[in-house]
């Protein structure tokens, strides 16, 4: 169906730009008449990756900044002293499940190796220099030497392992001053924030802020003795030591590559922090809308358009979920996620405040300024997805993409005039103090005896 510009532009705005739009079908109440009206309403799909809906991402993206920034300034509930309080940024990785193309400072993907060839007869050896955009990057040398079966069984232990490493790291700070756990609970909290990234090769690592509080948590300081050295410690320790037996028996640990950066002081690392883990917040599994949505037969992971190393990693956690086994790990729920069964973005319960709360606090705005519009009566039924003209969708993300646009231009207006404007209060000082000099210097002659 084809409807006049104004017409399209309204049905957009009333969808905040999505891209992709729910129709709900139901009753709406008119506050003023009191007039009962059947009622299409199109509200936003409110998916999180931008590779399916960008305006929806944009705006998933802003809480998650909020969500993590409070964590490290205050603000939302939480006390500005927080930010005094020790924290660490900490990286765990995946460990090797076989060699894979990459991108090295040194430009050669695998210079050299003894032997030669792998048992498969695939050389071992790649003298390419990869970019980042290689679609090489990532999949294996050898696609008989790489272990798929525990490189998705890894994907699908990974939280659980997280969540022992995080028990781990409370037992072993509180053993550095003879504590136990439930006695460490009483005069200090650990918490954290985490974001889980998918590496090229299709493994997911952990990017997370761990903090350290008082027994009141952010509310209060940690005691003296716990220190950002002391917890940048543990979880280098804990990072090399942790394990988990996963499905089937077979144990679990970090890779090797761990990195622990001590971020306590800084208003700057903590906007930086933010800016870097939001991005990874708004990801799907590869970066394309090919792995957004879950799988329903095992034939629509074979003909889809993918690298083909993602498309095995699709395929085993699709037939490894087939054994009775390990049916109760989700694997083939996860498929689209390589046997990933964890949130992307999870937070202690202390650490900030909550995707729920920020949401409400919109909703309470957003009912504010709309007083008087028509009222939701009883419930919605599903009807659909899309707009009523079929324009609808391009019109949507040109509007979201300007929008952006527009702000980022008015925030750097902003940014300018309060840089001039410090530089003109600076030079204002400057001379103020110079006539300042010149008058002493005045008063001076006029009482000089010569």
């Not at 969500?67 to 939480?78: D, F, T, Y």
């Amino acid at each position: 169906m084809t409807q006049t510009p104004r017409q399209v532009l309204a049905e957009v705005a009333a969808a905040g730009y999505c891209t992709h739009p729910i129709q709900l079908r139901g009753l709406t109440v008119d506050t003023e008449t009191g007039e009962l009206t059947p009622s299409l309403l199109r509200v936003a799909c409110k998916d999180r990756r931008m590779d399916v809906c960008a305006a929806c991402s944009y705006l998933y993206k802003a809480d998650a900044w909020i969500l993590i920034a409070a964590g490290m300034l205050g603000g939302k509930g939480l006390s500005p002293e927080v930010e005094s309080h020790p924290r660490v940024f900490a990286t765990l990785t995946a460990p090797s499940f076989g060699a894979v193309h990459r991108v090295t400072a040194s430009g050669t993907c695998h210079p050299g190796s003894r032997p030669p060839t792998c048992r498969h007869g695939v050389a071992t050896t790649c003298r390419t220099t990869h970019v980042d955009d290689d679609p090489l990057v990532g999949a294996p040398l050898c696609v008989d030497c790489f272990e798929y079966d525990d490189a998705v069984l890894w994907n699908a232990t990974a939280s659980r392992l997280w969540h022992r490493t995080m028990v781990r790291l409370r037992q072993g700070v509180g053993a550095t001053q003879r504590l136990s756990e439930s006695q460490l609970h009483k005069v200090a909290k650990i918490n954290y924030l985490k974001v889980a990234e998918f590496q090229r090769r299709g493994l997911v690592h952990f990017h997370a802020v761990i903090r350290a509080d008082g027994p009141d948590g952010a509310e209060s300081p940690p005691p003296e003795w716990l220190t950002a050295e002391l917890l940048e410690h543990q979880v280098r320790r804990l990072g090399l030591a942790a394990t988990l037996k996963g499905p089937e028996g077979r144990g679990f640990q970090w890779g090797t590559q761990l990195e622990v950066t001590d971020v306590t002081a800084g208003d700057d690392d903590g906007k930086r922090i933010a800016n870097y883990l939001a991005k990874y917040a708004v990801k799907s599994t590869d970066s394309s809308a090919t792995f957004a949505r879950r799988f329903r037969r095992r034939d629509d992971i074979e003909r889809m358009p993918a690298r083909d190393h993602a498309r095995q990693l699709a395929l085993t956690a699709w037939d490894l979920g087939a054994d009775p086994e390990l049916e109760a790990s989700g694997l083939r729920r996860h498929a689209h996620a390589f046997g990933f069964t964890g949130q992307l973005i999870t937070k202690s319960q202390g650490f900030s405040t909550t995707f729920r709360s920020l949401k409400e606090a919109r909703a309470a705005y957003m009912t504010a300024c709309n007083e008087g519009a028509p009222v939701v009566l009883g419930s919605f039924a599903y009807a659909g997805r899309g707009y009523t003209d079929p324009r609808g969708e391009a019109v949507a993300e040109l509007l979201h993409t300007e929008t952006v646009a527009m702000r980022q231009r008015a925030k750097e207006r902003r940014v300018a005039e309060l840089e001039e404007l410090g530089s003109s209060r600076s030079g204002s000082r400057t001379r103020s103090r110079d006539s300042r000099s010149g008058s002493q210097t005045d008063g001076e002659r006029d009482g000089d005896p010569r």
